[in-house]
């Protein structure tokens, strides 16, 4: 199966690269990007072709793309690898905007082509324990749940997280989405409200994007969720940040750190502790499911319209924000 990445934007396109060259049954077709100085940089790095436009890679008829462009860049590589006939995976959030992301869905349906959104937490083994907990009801119904997404200021790893008419915000789209999509797939509901307040207490003075923000959902199962989306994490942090969910259950309450599974180096050669983790790789597993997903011509496990909802819940905490009220979902 040969599969190429458009655009190498995010941090992400790094581990995608990574593993496309080492999959079995898989071919990295190359990179394309419209940074040739990003991008043969990339494809050098990682022992695969460059592409100088979008349009040369898709001629070379992929099967599929991975779409790793800034977040309000998705939709027109999204469509012109529908219309090339490749299946696509792309990078959260799928869009910025509810009319790109309607557009991303009905042109991948359009062109009978799988669009599956990156949300590798799907595929975390902590959390799949969870997921299997709950399958099993060994919990009970889930009354409330407590979940944070907290890391560092992005920019020390792609300058454009905090440029918002790249990244469409900050915070609350950067670390919103992946916590919305896990409770939505852990409770089966939707969610129906949303409350959010956000600031820019933290490196408020050197971005123009919010850099924290804390969200209240009610889902229409009656259950209500929090989720801390905080770029909260000091710079000298081991790691970029993490992901933790509390769930209240009536049978239970359950604790899950995603990114507990490591060792912490502390060393004479470099002035900050770092992580050394021990867990299994959730992007891995993801690109298996795209891969496995196409190969069986069946929906992936996470779909475009997963990522269409998890957007959702982001754009409502800003329009709860910017009016000090709750918004209700869906929105129009």
Same mark, same amino acid.
């Not at 990007?33 to 043969?40: I, Y």
């Not at 592409?51 to 991975?66: E, H, K, R, S």
């Not at 969610?191 to 923000?213: F, P, S």
């Given at each position: 199966? $040969? ?23 898989v071919e990295f077709l190359g990179i394309a990007d419209d940074d040739p100085v990003r ?18 890679? #898709?001629? *070379? ?9 800034? &977040?309000?860049?998705?939709?027109? #590589? ?13 990078? $959260? ?47 009970? $119904?889930?009354?409330? *749940?407590?979940? !944070? ?33 896990? #409770?939505?797939?852990?409770?089966? %509901? ?8 956000? &600031? ?13 923000? #804390? ?19 000091? *710079? &000298?942090?081991? %790691? ?21 599974? &490591? ?10 502790? %770092?992580?050394? %983790? ?30 269409y909802k998890a957007m959702e819940v982001a754009l409502a905490a800003y329009r709860s924000?910017? !009016? ?9």
């Amino acid at each position: 199966m $040969k599969i190429g990445i458009l655009s190498f934007a995010h941090i992400h396109a790094e581990s995608y690269a990574w593993h496309l060259g080492r999959m079995p049954g898989v071919e990295f077709l190359g990179i394309a990007d419209d940074d040739p100085v990003r991008g043969e940089d990339a494809a050098r790095r990682y022992g695969t072709r460059f592409f100088p436009t979008y349009a040369d890679l #898709l001629a *070379a008829g992929p099967d599929a793309v991975v779409v790793c462009a800034e &977040n309000t860049r998705h939709r027109p #590589l999204v469509e012109m690898a529908a219309q090339a006939g490749a299946h696509v995976l792309c990078e $959260k959030p799928l869009a910025t905007t509810l009319a790109d992301g309607q557009a991303m869905l009905e042109a991948c349906e359009k062109a009978g082509v799988i669009l599956m959104t990156a949300f590798p937490m799907r595929f975390s083994a902590p959390i799949l324990e969870v997921k299997a907990l709950l399958d099993r009801g060994q919990l009970g $119904k889930i009354l409330a *749940a407590n979940t !944070t997404n907290q890391g560092q200021l992005p920019r020390r790893y792609r300058a454009w997280f905090v440029d918002p008419a790249l990244a469409g915000g900050g915070a609350v789209f950067d670390h919103t989405v992946h916590l919305a999509d896990l #409770l939505r797939w852990f409770l089966h %509901s939707e969610v129906v409200a949303v409350y959010a307040q956000t &600031n820019r207490i933290m490196h408020g003075d050197t971005v123009e994007v919010e850099t924290g923000g #804390l969200l209240l959902l009610t889902f229409a199962d009656g259950a209500f969720a929090s989720i801390d989306c905080s770029w909260s994490r000091p *710079a &000298n942090y081991p %790691s970029w940040g993490g992901l933790t969910m509390e769930l209240i259950g009536q049978k239970g309450v359950v604790h899950v750190d995603a990114f507990r599974q &490591n060792l912490t180096l502390y060393s004479n050669r470099d002035e900050h502790p %770092s992580w050394l %983790s021990w867990q299994s790789d959730p992007d891995r597993a993801m690109l298996e499911e795209f891969v496995a997903a196409i190969t069986a011509r069946r929906t992936p496990r996470v779909t475009g319209y997963d990522g269409y909802k998890a957007m959702e819940v982001a754009l409502a905490a800003y329009r709860s924000a910017a !009016t000090g009220t709750v918004v209700q979902l869906p929105l129009e």
